[in-house]
């Protein structure tokens, strides 16, 4: 009988461990609901890394809640944004508009603006990002009318279009991605294991000079970055080569964005660059491309933008986490009051 039983509980854990790596929304619920600990917990740096210095708990950041606008016509905020403003890090309480619509770079969808409203466009996207969604005509919010009786509305996709997008979203339902990170994550991230982990990073770093494939160590091995934005042979590298002629169409590409949405109906649309760690911090690890000046200072840019690099130059490591790539409460609360400003 207590063998059967054992049965049917390793059978029900091992069903709950392939339901909630093979989905991210059951994934993210049940760790919200802390049936397992938070990969992020002690940033994602040091989730990359596990090098133990870099160890750095998230704390909460006090409340940074901002009164409503006392314009005579109310405010809707749209943001299409990275990491950097998603509801983890932003939420509507912090923001001095009457409505807010998050939507991340990687998805898109169809909204329907209501002219009762000042509609902005906030186009955030972090350094590193910047060459790749500003490569072409920004298109992630498709207008397709307007919430005014009166006015025309946009003709609806037409069914092939349709189809080709449900096929996409039920390919990506049956072949999620990130499956064994995730599991491995649920399994491997009690604190219990991260000691392991940690010595085997300690051990290959000190010994041997190397750390994980995805970061980058400064020479003086007081500051921790992504790959991705330190090492000069990724493009989406602080330090990686920037042609004239690669400016210009990004500027290009702005601008007709910009364009393209307030022909469709905004009232506003700006520009928002968050530096790359590195940038700010360690520019002295490579040769600094300058890629968010040339692109805000440029002569050929038509669309106003939220300065904050300037801000973070001159105090850089203020305002970045040690075990993370992100802001840290002083460089979000200075962003949201520069956004606030605008609003």
């Given at each position: ?10 059978l ?65 905020l ?16 912090m ?72 096929s996409?979203e ?27 982990r ?70 506003k ?14 520019p002295e ?50 962003w ?8």
């Amino acid at each position: 009988m207590m063998l059967k039983v054992l049965k049917y509980i390793f059978l029900f854990v091992a069903i709950f461990l392939w339901i909630q790596a093979y989905s991210p929304v059951v994934y993210r619920t049940m760790g919200s609901m802390g049936f397992f600990p938070d990969d992020y917990r002690y940033g994602d740096l040091y989730r990359l890394s596990y090098l133990p210095q870099f160890k750095d708990p998230v704390k909460t950041c006090t409340s940074y809640a901002a009164s409503q606008n006392s314009t005579q016509k109310p405010v809707h905020l749209y943001i299409l944004g990275d990491s950097f403003t998603e509801p983890a890090r932003v939420d509507s309480s912090m923001l001095k508009a009457n409505k807010y619509t998050y939507l991340h770079w990687a998805n898109s969808t169809q909204i329907k603006l209501d002219t009762n409203y000042y509609n902005m466009l906030i186009l955030e996207s972090v350094e590193r990002t910047a060459r790749e969604h500003f490569s072409e005509k920004v298109d992630n919010y498709q207008i397709i009318g307007y919430d005014t009786i009166g006015l025309a509305q946009t003709p609806q996709l037409s069914w092939k279009r349709r189809l080709l997008q449900k096929s996409e979203e039920f390919l990506t339902w049956l072949f999620p991605t990130q499956v064994e990170e995730r599991l491995q994550h649920t399994l491997f991230n009690y604190d219990f294991f991260l000691k392991f982990r940690e010595a085997k990073a300690s051990f290959n770093e000190k010994v041997f000079g190397r750390v994980e494939s995805g970061v980058v160590l400064s020479e003086d091995k007081q500051a921790l970055f992504y790959r991705d934005e330190a090492k000069a042979s990724e493009k989406t590298s602080s330090f990686y080569p920037l042609e004239t002629q690669e400016v210009n169409k990004m500027v290009e590409v702005i601008n007709r964005s910009a364009e393209h949405y307030q022909n469709a109906g905004f009232d506003k649309v700006v520009l928002a660059l968050i530096p790359n760690k590195v940038s700010v911090t360690n520019p002295e690890l490579g040769n600094y491309n300058h890629l968010i000046e040339k692109i805000q200072y440029n002569d050929n840019l038509k669309v106003p933008f939220i300065e904050i690099f300037r801000d973070f130059n001159n105090l850089g490591k203020m305002y970045y986490l040690k075990g993370d790539s992100h802001w840290n409460c002083q460089g979000k609360e200075l962003w949201l009051s520069k956004v606030n400003n605008i609003l």
